[in-house]
């Protein structure tokens, strides 16, 4: 709808021409007025519209966020299990180890025991062979004193010169 002012003056003219409505500065104001208001309803639903479609997006940033945050912290998580695993992993292969050389020196001290073992186990034979030596020294010894007395006794009787060389010898054992 034209200008009021354009549309008195339009009254009063009883010659219209279509191009001068168009010139004329009321109606420039109008559309200009017009056109502003547009302009102006445009901004605020543009505002409105963008507000919208900004939340969503920082939602989902902020997902983002929080999800590469989440990430780094299981990275994290994950880095400080592997170190405490390798960790674990050279400690248990120090282990492993000092295991094996205690092994080794296990199996050395059974066999020094088994040698330990079998020298006592020879030491005890020896052991009873002397006593039994001992044993038939003891005998012998016995059987050689009574072999002498019963010689000095014959001695004695059949042989009485050789009495005081007897005795003289006996005194010596």
Known sequence: MPHPTLYEEMKKSQYVHRP???LHPAIFE?????QHQDIQA????????????VTPKANKDGQMGALYEKSVSLELDLHGEL???AHDLTRITTDLQQILALRAEIEAMKQE?????ENYEHGQMMEKKLISM???????RAEMANTENRT?????KHFP???AFFSFLLSFF
């Open 134 to 140: 001992a044993r038939e020294l003891e005998k012998l």
């Open 152 to 156: 000095c006794v014959f001695a004695l």
């Open 42 to 53: 445009f901004l605020v639903d543009n505002k409105r519209l963008v507000a919208t479609h």
């Open 30 to 34: 109008e559309r200009f007025t017009a």
């Open 20 to 22: 001068l409505l168009l």
């Open 161 to 163: 010169p050789f009495a």
């Open 113 to 117: 025991l088994q040698r330990y073992a």
């Open 83 to 85: 170190t405490s695993k």
